[in-house]
T-cell receptor
């Protein structure tokens, strides 16, 4: 069964550094998403991406964040200058229309 | 925005017991999904169920959209069912899923 994959599974970075989280969505899906989950809290929507542009974003998704689909298979989330409060599990998801399938997540720790 | 409330927040069961998890939402939805978050943090799709009833093995789900709630039933629970269960909803005109706070299930042997 096709699945969403994410790399790396874990990343540790210093405050102020840039990080890029990578995702490979399910191949025939058209909608792509990033969510995050701070430890012990609920999952929060960051951004959705369709037809090579951002279609919706939350208040969390400020100028420090960006997304890109650099080729036909990858979908990336960049955090330009990480803050301590960016420490979280970041999930990529994809869908053909409504049902969203989530990747295994990248656990980001900012020191 | 839409509110999603899950109950109970925590549940401890003995292996073999049955359980019912409830998800209430404050507005009409066109998407409702149940997820199981395993101890490694992975979100596993259980059901896409904006209305009606579905069954998959020991799990089943029912959504009554007109009354704005969904139920997830787990029968004959096993230790591997332990984890956090999330309900998430989506509305027309928006692509995002809004998650509830989750329900932590612990199944003891």
């Amino acid at each position: 069964e096709p699945e969403v994959t994410q790399t790396p599974s874990h990343q540790v970075t210093q405050m102020g550094q840039e990080v890029i989280l990578r995702c490979v969505p399910i191949s025939n899906h058209l909608y792509f998403y990033w969510y995050r989950q701070i430890l012990g809290q609920k999952v929060e929507f960051l951004v959705s991406f369709y037809n090579n542009e951002i279609s919706e974003k939350s208040e969390i998704f400020d100028d420090q964040f960006s997304v890109e689909r650099p080729d036909g298979s990858n979908f990336t989330l960049k955090i330009r200058s990480t803050k301590l409060e960016d420490s979280a599990m970041y999930f990529c998801a994809s869908s053909t229309y409504l049902t969203q399938y989530f990747g295994p997540g990248t656990r980001l720790l900012v020191l | 925005g839409i509110q999603v409330e899950q109950s109970p927040p925590d549940l401890i069961l003995q292996e073999g017991a049955n359980s019912t998890l409830r998800c209430n939402f404050s507005d009409s939805v066109n998407n409702l999904q149940w997820f199981h978050q395993n101890p490694w943090g992975q979100l596993i799709n259980l059901f896409y169920i904006p209305s009606g009833t579905k069954q998959n093995g020991r799990l089943s789900a029912t959504t009554v959209a007109t009354e704005r709630y969904s139920l997830l039933y787990i029968s004959s629970s096993q230790t591997t069912d332990s984890g956090v269960y999330f309900c998430a909803v989506g509305q027309g005109g928006s692509e995002k899923l809004v998650f509830g706070k989750g329900m932590k299930l612990t199944v003891n042997p």
